[in-house]
């Protein structure tokens, strides 16, 4: 069993970095908060890799079996004899893998910043809003107790709200944070209550307990829950279809992603973190942890995953190949392999071989938020540089960006699942357990495979090489040391993450599994990919006419694409004509009239009579006397004739 | 000589009473109507000392009544005139008009 004491350092490190920074930061830390803040989270990190490494390699290995160990567990909240709240620490293949990416892109991001952010008037309390998401994030991943996930999962999505809206005086930032927020925590809803579904039935809030109970066959709660049916359908299914409903709210996944592409309105290292390489991957996390439960007891809850997954995917890899905003390319680049790790669990089945879809999933996860990180950070030194975020003021900028360039290129490629680089392992095992389970989905992932590398190629010409027309030559350097540290070990850990034998250590039941490459198999998706990257090297590598040509012959499809298939103006369209104006105006003119008449009537019922009343008090002290004397007869004539 | 008997002096307090009940009605400075209360007060007085003298002659509770009544009255008069000052420097007149502001 390993220390809890130092696992627990792990996310509260940041948290001390939040409450130091986010107290005192303005006042005393002034310039030291960045050192402060990445001095805490490199400690965070060295015990994460330390925790990783005595994991795979010394205790968690039980008889050639990951085990789930619980280093920590205390009761904090308890309702009744047990049921009750408690908050500890899990240790298994995917958490402690987080556990490693989160340290690690957090860590990259704050050395990122150093510099990136330097200036910023409120360069403390940037750090302290990144302390926060650090911590939340990490309590999140090793959380032991679904509802202590909850809590995280809520602290996570208040930390994205307020590094979206950092530059607060920029509507649009305040505009996209608040959507961000409003989506996901519309989508939570959907969490909340599959956690009270699942906890009613399982009697239990704890991970393991609630997993075991509900995926032994035969046992009590298991059949209760299978048995309860609404509208045709079991009562667990119906928790875990909720639960997905607050995963593909963090996760951005169709129906629920309109708040990512907004979200790039936060600084871009907060993108790389929180947008692309963690916060976002949250969902798929929630799905791996209760993967379980779904493969073996709501199988239908699964398939949703894998076509919601499959459906992200394709839509948002359509929409990156027409967006011009470089980041907003990437927002939907990562919404379409978050797409992809969803499919690969939703393909996956539990256990042996056929859970490979886990692993691939996990798998992804790891390298993708490398890659993508990467691409943020190198999408921010573009953007420090050029000072936009528009493609059509960039071009040519291999010359005066080198190492930007390189890293970039890397990422594309691995993104673009190119082999030897990181993303062409994991995609490929993506693709083969979507081969094995399901080829509808195999077909599609393999044209949004080929479609990725397009638009991310299209992203590279147009950023890198294309016209020089821009007018930002030489007027400073690339960045510092801090903006291309990040940079490199994140290009290293892009290049190289795909070696790392992810079947060992991450599977379903824990025992591990051969990731075998058939050359075959392979060739298809690699083929495609080096086609797109073709396609996009001829349209985009010099400045032609063919862009846009090929944009007036797709006419329709492109201007759909252009507008991410109107789905902002659907969710307009409902919110504003239809919930508004059925519900909403309704609801407001029977406030309006009858709530408020009913009490405004009382007011001037009041209000009448009291007018009358009032007259009485005249300020004429002789009335007074008037009125005295009157009393005092009428009593006098009562007590003489009535009550005689 | 005919004795004065209970409902001669009761007539005098009535009038008397009713003389200060007009007064204070109908008068319009503040000192009258603390002279008219007065009268009032002094009619109270009258009715103690004619029930008094003339059903419980052996007693004399009646009486104690009216002194603290006498008492009290002057402690009421030198009150009201301390207000009635007051109001005139304030309002530069003892008209029981002028001071209306204690209304609604």
């Not at chain 1, 919404?335 to 692993?359: C, H, P, R, W």
């Not at chain 1, 993506?430 to 990725?452: D, M, P, R, V």
């Not at chain 2, 004399?60 to 009421?76: K, M």
Request: net charge neutral; hydrophobic share 55%.
């Amino acid at each position: 069993m390993p220390d809890p004491i130092y696992i627990a350092l792990i996310p509260l490190l940041p948290l001390a970095a939040f409450v130091l920074l986010g107290l005192f930061g303005r006042k005393y830390f002034k310039n030291a908060s960045g050192v402060i803040a990445t001095v805490l989270l490199f400690a965070s990190t060295v015990l994460a890799f330390y925790t990783a490494y005595g994991y795979f390699f010394d205790f968690g290995k039980v008889n050639g079996i990951y085990e789930k160990v619980v280093p920590l567990t205390i009761t904090w909240l308890e309702f009744s004899k047990g049921v009750s709240i408690d908050m500890g620490i899990v240790l298994d293949p995917i958490s402690v893998m987080m556990l490693v990416v989160v340290t690690f892109v957090s860590l990259m991001v704050h050395i990122y910043s150093l510099a990136y952010m330097k200036g910023e008037e409120r360069f403390a309390t940037y750090y302290s809003f990144l302390g926060l998401f650090t911590f939340s994030m990490l309590a999140l991943v090793i959380s032991s107790n679904i509802f202590q996930m909850y809590i995280f999962w809520e602290l996570v999505g208040i930390s994205s709200f307020l590094l979206i809206g950092f530059c607060y005086d920029k509507p649009s930032a305040v505009a996209a944070c608040k959507k961000a927020f409003i989506v996901t925590r519309f989508a939570d809803l959907g969490f909340l209550i599959g956690i009270l579904v699942l906890s009613f039935y399982a009697g239990t809030l704890d991970f393991n307990t609630l997993i075991q109970r509900l995926t032994l066959p035969g046992s009590e709660e298991l059949d209760t829950a299978l048995a309860s049916s609404f509208i045709g359908i079991s009562a667990l299914t119906w928790g875990m279809v909720l639960v997905f409903i607050g995963a593909a709210g963090k996760s951005a996944m169709f129906p629920l992603h309109i708040w990512l592409p907004d979200a790039m309105e936060g600084p871009t290292p907060v993108s790389a973190l929180i947008h692309a390489a963690t916060m976002v991957v949250a969902g798929v996390y929630l799905v791996a942890r209760l993967f379980p439960v779904f493969a073996i007891s709501a199988p239908e809850a699964l398939q949703l995953v894998a076509y919601v997954g499959t459906l992200s995917a394709l839509i948002a890899a359509i929409i990156a190949c027409t967006q011009t905003d470089i980041k907003r390319v990437l927002a939907f680049s990562t919404m379409s392999q978050i797409g992809y790790m969803m499919f690969a669990l939703g393909v996956s089945k539990y256990g042996g071989e056929d859970g490979l879809g886990y692993t691939a999933s996990m798998f992804h996860l790891f390298t993708h938020a490398m890659f993508k990180a990467l691409l943020f950070l190198g999408a921010g030194a573009v953007i420090h540089f050029i000072h936009s975020n528009e493609m059509k003021d960039m071009g040519g900028l291999r010359k005066q960006l080198p190492v930007t360039h390189i890293t970039f290129l890397i990422a594309c490629l691995a993104i673009s699942g190119v082999p030897p680089f990181s993303g062409f392992f994991s995609k490929e095992e993506i693709l083969l357990a979507a081969w094995q389970q399901n080829k509808l989905i195999y077909w599609i992932a393999l044209f949004t495979s080929g479609l990725t590398a397009f638009y991310m190629f299209r992203l590279y010409f147009r950023i890198f090489w294309n016209n020089t027309n821009n007018a930002h030559a030489e007027h400073h350097g690339e960045g510092g040391f801090a903006i291309l540290l990040p940079m490199i070990l994140l290009a290293i850990g892009a290049a190289a993450a795909g070696f790392i034998p992810f079947g060992n250590f991450v599977t379903t039941d824990g025992t591990a599994i051969e990731s075998h490459f058939d050359l075959a198999f392979s060739a298809s998706p690699v083929a495609l990919g080096l086609a797109g990257i073709i396609a996009a090297m001829w349209l985009y590598k010099k400045q032609n006419e063919r862009p846009g040509k090929l944009a007036a012959s797709l006419g329709g499809l492109y201007k759909l694409a252009v507008h991410k298939f109107y789905i902002d103006e659907i969710y307009l369209f409902i919110t504003k004509k239809i919930v508004f104006n059925l519900i909403g105006r309704p609801a407001a003119w029977f406030d309006r009239n009858v709530v408020d008449g009913i009490v405004n009537l009382t007011g001037n019922v009041t209000l009448v009579i009291s007018g009358g009343i009032k007259k009485f008090q005249s300020g004429k002290v002789q009335q007074y006397a008037v009125y005295f004397l009157t009393g005092v007869i009428l009593l006098a004539v009562l007590f003489i004739y009535v009550f005689r | 000589m005919m004795q004065p008997g209970l409902y001669h002096i009761l007539f005098i307090s009535a009038l008397l009473f009713f003389i200060g009940v007009y007064g204070f009605f109908t008068r319009r400075n503040l000192i009258t109507i603390l002279m008219s209360v007065e009268l009032i007060l002094n009619s109270v007085n009258l009715n103690f000392i004619a029930f008094n003298k003339y059903l419980w002659a052996d007693k004399s509770d009646g009486l104690f009544f009216t002194i603290f009544i006498i008492a009290i009255a002057a402690a009421e008069a030198a009150v009201a005139i301390a207000i009635i000052i007051n109001l005139y420097r304030s309002h530069h007149s003892i008209e029981v008009e002028s001071a209306e502001e204690m209304k609604y």
